[in-house]
């Protein structure tokens, strides 16, 4: 175990993507006590081979980088800032209000902050906002993705843990909205104390002029989201949907050429490898950790220290928020969830609930060096160094992790909305 744990260590360090620290600690593990190398593809093969449900993984990416590319996002925040652009720091709420609307397509952060973050940074600052606070707003809004269905960490989290992603997906809707309020407070503030500009407020004309333009783009997460609550088909099939929409809407628009989907096909398999590589390595270390018994002792060491459901809910969120802020989430969830899913259950916390936490933790690990994901993608778009970034999102994290207690600590945010519609 200590040579598992030792050479993963050390190839963080040195850089090497998670993948291979994955893969590499848990050959070199297997090599030297005597297993057969064969184990290796049985565990990364039957990771990704063995659910249907992850196939809805690469074509909500796909869905993304069409409506990215064809200008639907490009509408829904011209809409967006129609309708709170008048509020004191406007692009800062249609920034907030965008990414809810694009959440609703995606499900992805890295999508919403390299496409939808790429028109508002570059639409605040032509209107005078600091760079620091459109990067930070920017950052924070974008994590919403994967909390306000349909969500990719969903997905794999519902599959790691045996969950029903239908389920998982309204459980997110309460706490994104609440993420959003949240975000948008500290907008309000923040706007105040530094004099930004706001739109004026918005005619019936100009209103519906908006509405007409980007009504299609905002049929899609309607459509989605509808498709799932009533049965009608489950989230893979969703996500197929999603892809569908999309192309029908951006060429009948003219919005992309037919020459331009086998590009999107390339990015979406090159994404979707990276993806499903990650996966595969975190099958193949959890089922070292499973042969060391790790879930086992970790859960006898838990019931023999942790008493009580709340000091369980702050050990876990601790752990969650330590590992989302050095591993990527696709490998945190394939690696934590089968560990703590049966630890949660013994202290009686609602799956749903727990998935939801777990994801909430993993996002805001996206907002956090070393790993930070989004916060490289803004830096590279924005071009202003990742430490500037890092320094300007923190009061945008401190609101969020006040989000992040209430929805552990009162359950109800989570489990009321899934218990109503689909009990």
């Not at 744990?5 to 993507?17: K, Y």
């Not at 919403?112 to 707003?137: C, P, R, V, Y």
């Not at 407070?185 to 209103?207: C, D, E, G, H």
Request: aromatic share 10%; proline share 5%; hydrophobic share 55%.
């Amino acid at each position: 175990m200590i040579v598992l744990i030792s050479i993963f260590v050390i190839l963080m360090i040195i850089g090497a993507p998670i993948a291979v620290c994955l893969m590499g600690s848990s050959m070199a593990y297997l090599w030297l006590n005597g297993y057969s190398m064969q184990q290796v593809f049985q565990s990364c093969t039957s990771a990704i081979s063995n659910s249907f449900t992850l196939i809805a993984v690469p074509f909500f990416i796909l869905a993304a980088a069409i409506m990215n590319s064809g200008g639907i996002t490009r509408k829904i925040f011209n809409f967006c800032n129609v309708v709170v652009g008048w509020i004191p720091g406007g692009l800062g709420h249609a920034n907030i209000l965008a990414s809810v609307v694009f959440a609703g397509m995606s499900g992805a952060a890295i999508a919403d902050a390299g496409g939808l973050g790429a028109i508002e940074l570059k639409a605040m600052k032509e209107q005078g906002f600091d760079d620091d606070f459109s990067l930070a707003i920017t950052g924070a809004s974008s994590i919403l993705g994967p909390i306000i269905p349909p969500s990719v960490p969903a997905i794999l989290f519902g599959v790691a843990g045996s969950v029903s992603i239908g389920k998982l997906f309204i459980g997110g809707i309460l706490p994104g909205i609440l993420m959003a309020l949240a975000l948008g407070v500290m907008v309000f503030i923040q706007s105040i104390r530094r004099n930004y500009p706001r739109a004026s407020f918005p005619t019936m004309k100009s209103l519906w002029y908006y509405f007409k333009e980007a009504f299609f783009s905002l049929l899609c997460p309607v459509i989605i989201i509808g498709c799932i609550l009533t049965g009608v088909c489950t989230p893979t099939e969703a996500a197929i949907i999603a892809v569908f929409y999309a192309l029908i809407l951006t060429l009948v628009t003219r919005s992309i050429a037919i020459k331009e989907i086998p590009g999107f096909l390339i990015e979406t398999a090159s994404n979707t490898v990276n993806v499903m590589f990650i996966i595969g390595s975190a099958n193949v270390f959890a089922w070292i950790l499973t042969v060391e018994q790790v879930p086992q002792n970790m859960s006898s060491w838990m019931a023999g220290h942790i008493d009580n459901k709340i000091a369980a809910l702050l050990f876990i969120n601790l752990l969650l928020i330590i590992v989302g802020t050095f591993m990527e989430t696709a490998a945190a969830i394939s690696i934590l969830v089968p560990i703590l899913m049966p630890i949660a259950m013994g202290y009686g916390i609602d799956p749903i609930h727990f998935g939801i936490m777990c994801i909430l933790n993993l996002m805001l690990g996206l907002l956090t060096p070393p790993i930070g994901m989004v916060l490289y993608v803004l830096s590279s778009v924005s071009k202003v160094p990742f430490e500037r970034i890092v320094k300007a999102v923190l009061p945008y994290l401190g609101v969020l992790g006040i989000i992040l207690l209430l929805v552990t600590f009162c359950p109800g945010i989570v489990t009321l909305l899934p218990n109503l519609l689909l009990s």
